[in-house]
């Protein structure tokens, strides 16, 4: 009886599932297996998340650009907007500056006086601005207002002691001064002339007129008028 139940007994242990048991080894290699198709599919992953970093960079790259392309646009229309003015600006003041000095040439004093003075006024800082405060005082020397001529080349000289005409308004300021009677003005006016200029165009006229406000001079012109 005992001896039976022995082989009932192993005879039940041998039909036993083989599952019953776990093969470590078996779960080792599943489990290797998970993670290097994990380790695939996150490098998948990462790659595909660096092509959309590039492609980001790429894309503000190309909207940096696009919005530079639209300011410098924007700031070349400004720029062409602008240089279109100051191209009419100066085409109406040399139009101005031109008339007065054809004014001025063919003797039509007061109106010159006019368009001299809008054009200093309208356009100060215009390029033919020192010369038309010359030919302005030029042209009241020319009328006789020798005051206001005076005052003119004066303030002439004062903005503009390295102008062209800087030698020529010495000259002619000293003949303003005779005109008003302040011949040691002219005089000192002259000798500066000379010796600044001395081969000023102007050097001979300014010596004639320098001898004949000398003192001995105008005694002797003085005595021939009396007699």
């Known amino acids: 009886m005992k001896r039976f139940a022995w082989m009932i007994f192993l005879g039940v242990f041998a039909w036993q599932p083989a599952s019953a048991g776990i093969n470590i080894d078996k779960v080792i290699i599943d489990h290797n297996k998970k993670i290097k198709r994990l380790v ?17 960079q790429e894309s503000s790259k190309k909207i940096s650009e696009l919005f530079n392309l639209m300011e410098y646009k924007k700031s070349s229309a400004v720029v062409e907007q602008t240089m279109k003015r100051v191209r009419e600006h100066n085409k109406k003041a040399k139009k101005i500056y031109t008339n007065a000095r054809s004014l001025l040439v063919t003797d039509q004093y007061d109106q010159a006086v006019v368009l001299f003075k809008q054009y200093l006024d309208i356009y100060p800082e215009n390029n033919h601005a020192p010369d038309a ?15 206001l001529a005076k005052n003119a ?8 002691p ?6 020529n308004s010495l000259f002619e300021l000293a003949r303003v001064y005779v ?9 000192a ?13 102007a ?25």
């Not at 695939?40 to 492609?55: D, H, P, T, Y």
């Not at 390295?162 to 030698?167: D, G, P, T």
């Not at 006016?189 to 165009?201: D, G, T, V």
């Not at 050097?203 to 007699?227: D, G, V």
Request: without cysteine.
């Open 153 to 160: 080349f004066v303030t002439f000289q004062q903005a503009n």
């Open 189 to 201: 006016l002259i000798n500066r002339m000379l010796k600044k200029f001395p081969e000023h165009n």
């Open 179 to 187: 005109e008003l009677k302040q011949t040691q003005k002219a005089q």
């Open 40 to 56: 695939r599919k996150n490098k998948s992953l990462k790659g595909k998340i660096e092509k959309l970093e590039q492609q980001q």
């Open 203 to 227: 050097t001979n006229r300014a010596k004639q007129l320098l001898s004949k406000i000398t003192p001995e001079n105008l005694s002797t012109n003085e005595s021939n008028k009396s007699n």
């Open 133 to 147: 405060h010359y030919w302005l005082a030029k042209t009241y020397l020319a009328k006789g207002d020798y005051q």
């Open 162 to 167: 390295l102008h062209h005409k800087y030698s």
